[in-house]
């Protein structure tokens, strides 16, 4: 089955305590990008991926970091979380670099005390 | 300002009634991709409809039907006969060129939110 996973699904932490998302595609599809979904804000783009090994900041980079070492992983890093990341994050992957649909994982909810 | 505008923050409609979406973009592009995708209770995010720059046509899906105009960089989504499954927050999307390097930026709507009423 085509799917983007994410794990954990849901996660409480304490300001300033490092942690990883990860998220997972098997569809071999070469762009991946990670969004934040705040009320009343929408879906915003934190980072995007064209392929392995290139990034790039997409509207709210600031406070993570990506990587993408293989072409179906691409986890999101909060180095020192803040309560103002709180948020729910979904990870997509698409093909055609972005101008296709958007496969969404099934989202993480990150609470920053 | 916004590259994708949803005006409507919610809209309530009793079931059976037809209600349309509006989503209004921004872009000096000339290739460009334009998305809606529902986000029901649940949280998942469903992909409805993609639309390139140069296709105008409108389409039909069942109870579902999209009106793209460039003229007035409009993209709106119709919902007739609306049943109670419909109802769920709708966000419109825009997937324009970046950076020049062959990527593509998405832009999401702040999303609407459509309760339908039994």
């Known amino acids: 089955e085509a799917q983007v996973t994410q794990n954990p699904r849901y996660l409480i932490t304490v300001t300033g305590k490092k942690l990883t998302v990860t998220c997972s595609q098997n569809?071999?599809?070469?762009?991946m990008s990670w969004y934040r979904q705040d009320p009343g804000l929408g879906l915003r783009q934190i980072y995007y991926?064209?392929?392995?090994?290139?990034?790039d900041k997409g509207d709210v980079p600031e406070g993570y970091k990506v990587s993408r070492k293989e072409k179906r992983n691409f986890p999101l890093i909060l180095e020192s979380p803040s309560p103002n990341q709180t948020s729910l994050y979904f990870c997509a992957s698409s093909s055609q670099g972005g101008r296709n649909e958007q496969f969404f994982g099934p989202g993480t909810r990150l609470t920053v005390l | 300002a916004q590259k994708v505008t949803q005006a409507q923050t919610e809209i309530s409609v009793v079931e059976k009634e037809d209600v349309t979406l509006d989503c209004v973009y921004e872009t000096r592009d000339t290739t460009y991709y334009l998305f809606w995708y529902k986000q029901p209770p649940s949280g998942e995010l469903v992909f409805l409809i993609r639309r390139n720059s140069f296709d105008e046509q409108n389409e039909i899906s069942g109870r579902y039907s999209w009106n793209f105009q460039k003229s007035t960089s409009s993209f709106n989504f119709t919902i007739t006969a609306s049943q109670v499954v419909d109802s769920a927050v709708y966000f419109c999307?825009?997937?324009?060129?970046?950076?020049?390097?062959?990527?593509?930026?998405?832009?999401f709507g702040k999303g609407t939110k459509l309760s339908v009423i039994p």
């Open positions: 991926s064209m392929n392995v090994e290139v990034t």
């Open positions: 999307a825009l997937s324009e060129p970046y950076s020049g390097a062959g990527s593509y930026q998405l832009t």
């Open positions: 569809m071999n599809h070469e762009y």
